[in-house]
């Protein structure tokens, strides 16, 4: 049986293992993805005669938090991937690790405010405002999720490829660290947007 060609390797003609080739076909659809949402936004908030202001309505410290929450789990994302080009497995699983932890306290945080306005009777059918909050801070929470579950595979079943492959992994890790660094910069325009205007 022939191996699959350019897992480790970069191609001729992109200079990319396929991997990453791929990733970045990925993220370009979700570039788009968030793009359009955005748009929406934007267009909903210029025709909107009575927009909130969203520190009104939103706990701006739980966001501000949750921001330094994902910027946190972004550094130990690359020293994860660092320590497996330095050899040093168990300083990966480590890191990868507090990426998770990092991952879950955001979700925690998260599936707070999202209670706190059911609480208080603030669903999506509220307002425009509170459709287009959930809208996008519950797409990016939906990559979150699927982050976590990549993460936690690599962290656990997985990882058994170091052994066979370490050069495989690695690439596999600095994949899942390329989607984890997306999802944390979508966050990074999403807390201005929605908590800070």
């Known amino acids: 049986m022939d191996e699959i060609p350019y897992t480790i390797k970069a191609r001729e003609d992109s200079g990319l293992y396929n991997a990453k080739l791929g990733i970045w076909l990925f993220l370009s659809s979700e570039v788009m993805l968030f793009g359009a949402l955005f748009s929406t936004y934007i267009i909903l908030r210029i025709g909107s005669v009575d927009w909130p202001l969203g520190s009104s309505i939103l706990h701006v410290h739980l ?58 009777h603030l669903y999506p059918s509220h307002s425009t405002f509170m459709a287009i909050y959930f809208t996008l801070t519950g797409v990016h929470a939906l990559h979150i999720l699927g982050g976590l579950v990549v993460n936690s595979y690599n962290l656990g079943p997985g990882s058994k490829m170091w052994k066979t492959n370490p050069e495989q992994f690695t690439n596999r890790i600095e994949i899942s660290g390329l989607y984890w660094h997306f999802v944390d910069l979508v966050w990074l325009f999403l807390f201005p947007v929605l908590y800070l205007t």
Do not use: C, P
């Not at 966001?63 to 972004?74: E, H, P, Y």
């Not at 994860?80 to 497995?89: C, D, E, M, R």
């Open 63 to 120: 966001g501000a938090l949750n921001t330094l929450i994902l910027i946190s789990s972004s550094i130990t994302m690359i020293m994860a991937w660092v320590s497996l080009k330095q050899k040093k497995f168990d300083t990966f699983r480590l890191f990868q690790g507090a990426t998770i932890l990092l991952t879950l306290v955001f979700l925690g945080i998260k599936l707070s405010e999202y209670s706190a306005k059911f609480h208080h």
